[in-house]
Every structure is written in structure tokens, then in C-alpha cells.
């Protein structure tokens, strides 16, 4: 079982900067890969980054390469999730999620957070 709480959220204008948080429980002899996606009504959900259970594979969506990066703190047992270069584009619930098998992780995720609002003003 993996438990996902994510923290973070909030408004910023654009061109801020947010960085969202992702308490992650799980066994550590099966530390699972980690990923991030975001959701806004009336879309899909869109896949924003992913990255291996040990931290050798970094894998973004093309809209927000550069802007964004991901990277885990094995002492805290966090997946972070730093974003830049912020716009209304970026305004969704983002979803920390969680997988052993990196495939799934990035198309339908096992473990989902409850998500986190961000909401980026013009």
C-alpha cells in the first residue's frame, strides 16, 4: 500500500514560482516510482513528470520542460515538484501518484493523492 499527501498548492501570478510537496508512505524495500499529473475541468488528465524509484530517470511533458523539475528526498520520503516560469496554462489540481511498474506510472498510476489546487493569475 502507498499513501500520497500532497501541500504546496496556492495562487501565484504568472511567471512565479510554486513548489509542490508530496508525503509519500510506503515500504521501503518496494519504494515505488513517483509521478506527477494535473487535471483541469472539462480536459483530461495530463502527465507532468515522472521520476524512477531511484531517482536515475526524470521523465517531463514537453509543456513543461525547463519550467519544471521533479526530485525526491529519500530522508523525508518527499517527491517535489518545482515549478517556474508559471502561467494561466499551468492552473489545475495537481495529483501526486505512485507505481512500482514505470509504464503504468505513466499512463494510469496504481496510487493517487487527493491533489492540490494551483492558480496562476494573469
Known amino acids: 500500500q502507498v499513501q500520497l499527501i500532497e501541500s504546496g498548492g496556492g495562487s501565484v501570478q504568472t511567471g512565479g514560482s510554486l513548489t509542490l510537496s508530496c508525503a509519500a508512505s510506503y515500504r521501503t524495500t518496494n519504494r515505488p516510482h513517483m509521478a506527477w499529473f494535473r487535471h483541469t475541468p472539462g480536459k483530461e488528465r495530463e502527465f507532468v513528470a515522472a521520476i524512477s524509484s531511484g531517482s536515475y530517470t526524470m521523465k517531463y511533458a514537453d509543456s513543461v520542460k525547463g519550467r519544471f523539475t521533479i526530485s525526491r528526498d529519500y530522508d523525508k520520503n518527499l517527491v517535489l515538484l518545482q515549478m517556474s516560469s508559471l502561467s494561466p496554462e499551468d492552473t489545475a489540481v495537481y495529483y501526486c501518484?505512485?507505481?512500482?511498474?514505470?509504464?503504468?506510472?505513466?499512463?494510469?498510476?496504481?496510487?493517487w493523492g487527493q491533489g492540490t489546487q494551483v492558480t496562476v493569475s494573469s
Open positions: 501518484t505512485a507505481d512500482s511498474d514505470w509504464m503504468n506510472l505513466l499512463r494510469r498510476p496504481n496510487y
